[in-house]
């Protein structure tokens, strides 16, 4: 795969501007990355809030999957990114499942990715792999309440340390083809599993008809959260129909 990395001060959606791209016929492996952006989406239709210092990263794949899986892709990025905090910055985070990247409690990444499916055939046509990664605490008017008790950011300091940002970019990308191209063999998963900050936690499970408490005990190798609930029973999590936190 040849890589091919854009960079740009500011733009709407690094999502949204890689989906025009694919959608005129840009090549696997297009990567771009801004500085900021004024309409960062977020799952589940929320909006992603990009302020300066942090990284906004978009990947553009064609794989030959069915869009079952999918979310695999997701679910590599969540490792790239778990490393590579790791290795350039020697700090120790986590994911909390499905794919926010935690660093001592705070979500300081969050994932998004966008597949568009060829209807007949059920074959991805692309996806676009968003990753958003809080580097350093913005200033504290332009912080919006809502986020103040969950974000987390790699640094403390106002200003990131010289290179940090190119480097860590450097390294999500370099790390997530590194698990791409080994795609077959699921190579990632058991270090996906590793990084779960979740397990043996007692956790809410929320779906749309309301909260139950449940223990969560594992991760299968469809990514799956495992748990049992404590009214009794078992059950495995699909990604997208839930969301957990913790009790
Ligand atoms: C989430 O936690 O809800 C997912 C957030 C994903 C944000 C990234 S930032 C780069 C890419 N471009 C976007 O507009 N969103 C993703």
Not at 104 to 119: F, Q
Not at 218 to 243: H, I, P, Q
Request: net charge negative.
């Amino acid at each position: 795969i040849g890589i091919e990395i854009e960079v740009r001060d500011e733009v709407t959606s690094t999502n949204a501007l890689l989906k025009d791209m694919a959608a005129k016929g840009a090549l696997e492996g297009r990567v771009l990355i801004a500085k900021r952006q004024t309409e960062g989406r977020g799952r589940l239709g929320r909006n992603f809030f990009s302020p300066k210092n942090g990284i906004y990263l978009s990947i553009l794949l064609r794989p030959d999957m069915d869009f079952r899986e999918a979310m695999l892709l997701t679910t590599i990025a969540a490792v790239a990114v778990v490393e590579a905090v790791r290795e350039v910055t020697g700090r120790d985070t986590g994911i909390k499942w499905v794919n926010d990247v935690y660093l001592e409690g705070r979500k300081i990444c969050g994932i998004l990715t966008e597949a568009v499916t060829d209807v007949e055939s059920g074959r991805l046509s692309y996806a676009v792999v968003g990753i958003g990664v809080n580097i350093t605490k913005p200033s504290e008017d332009a912080f919006p309440d809502e986020l103040k008790d969950i974000a987390g950011f790699v640094y403390d300091d106002e200003e990131p340390p010289k290179g940090v940002m190119s480097r860590l970019s450097a390294a999500i990308v370099k790390n997530y083809f590194k698990y791409y191209e080994k795609l077959p063999e699921h190579r990632f998963m058991e270090s996906y599993k590793k990084y779960q900050i979740l397990i043996n936690k007692d956790i809410f499970v929320i779906t749309p008809e309301g909260k139950k408490k449940a223990r969560a005990y594992g991760v299968d190798d469809e990514a799956r959260l495992l748990v049992e609930y404590e009214e009794g029973g078992k059950e495995a999590l699909f990604t997208g129909e839930v969301s957990v936190r913790e009790a």
